[in-house]
């Protein structure tokens, strides 16, 4: 069993700041590629930023410059610093990571239970 699970959403002001995290726990050899997306209601879930194992990492355009996405590979952790937010960056956050459980297992997508994130005054 492999379990993703966020914390660090709620309420913050438009131009505050915020800071997810999830963990990885269970059965794990190897994380590949971990990261975040969101999906408002009736809308497609979308790319937020992603970070490899060897650190490289990938943004939407619409987070470039204001959000940050990091690892602790020792606990199984990736976060995401937001900063700058806006109402429009409003969502449910779901975690994701493809990882390896045995290493002769495949490569498997697994996502969190999702945290929401409200930016309103």
């Known amino acids: 069993q492999v379990q993703l699970v966020e914390s660090g959403g709620g309420l913050v002001q438009p131009g505050g700041s915020q800071r997810l995290s999830c963990v990885a726990s269970?059965?794990?050899?190897?994380?590949?590629?971990m990261g975040w997306y969101r999906r408002a209601p009736g809308k497609e879930r979308e790319l937020v930023a992603v970070v490899t194992s060897d650190g490289n990492t990938n943004y939407a355009d619409s987070v470039k410059g204001r959000f940050t996405v990091s690892r602790d590979n020792a606990k199984n952790t990736v976060y995401l610093q937001m900063n700058s937010l806006k109402p429009e960056d409003t969502d449910v956050y779901f975690c994701y990571a493809e990882i390896k459980r045995l290493y002769w297992s495949p490569t498997t997508a697994y996502w969190g239970q999702g945290t929401q994130v409200t930016v309103s005054s």
């Open positions: 269970g059965s794990i050899y190897r994380i590949n590629t």
